[in-house]
C-alpha cells in the first residue's frame, strides 16, 4: 500500500518470462478524480480489437500491434527499495 490511502500497488513476480511487473488500483478521492479530472478521451477501439483477434486466430501474428515494453529507471534508491525493484 502506498502512502496515500487512494492508490494501491500489487506486485508480480516470477512469470514465465521472468518479468516483474507492477499494478496501480486507485479508490476513493483517487478515483474519482482519475474520472473527473485525469481522463481526457475515451476511444472505440472495436475495429482495432476485430483485426487483431482475426490476425491471432489466423496465426499472424507478426501482423499483431504490440507496444514496445521499456525498462522505466529507479534513480532514486530508497524508492527501488520500497519499490522492490532493487
Known amino acids: 500500500m502506498c502512502g496515500f490511502s487512494g492508490i494501491r500497488t500489487t506486485r508480480r513476480t516470477g512469470s514465465a518470462e521472468e518479468r516483474r511487473a507492477s499494478?496501480?488500483?486507485?479508490?476513493?478521492?483517487?478515483?474519482?478524480?482519475?474520472?473527473?479530472e485525469w481522463v481526457v478521451d475515451i476511444e472505440n477501439v472495436t475495429p482495432l480489437v476485430?483485426?487483431?483477434?482475426?490476425?491471432?486466430?489466423?496465426?499472424?501474428?507478426?501482423e499483431l500491434m504490440t507496444?514496445?515494453?521499456?525498462?522505466?529507471?529507479?534513480?532514486?534508491p530508497e524508492l527501488a527499495r520500497?519499490?522492490?525493484t532493487d
Open 67 to 76: 507496444p514496445r515494453e521499456r525498462v522505466y529507471p529507479i534513480d532514486d
Open 23 to 36: 499494478q496501480l488500483g486507485l479508490r476513493g478521492a483517487a478515483l474519482a478524480r482519475f474520472a473527473d
Open 82 to 84: 520500497r519499490l522492490g
Open 50 to 62: 476485430v483485426t487483431q483477434y482475426a490476425a491471432v486466430r489466423g496465426k499472424r501474428l507478426t
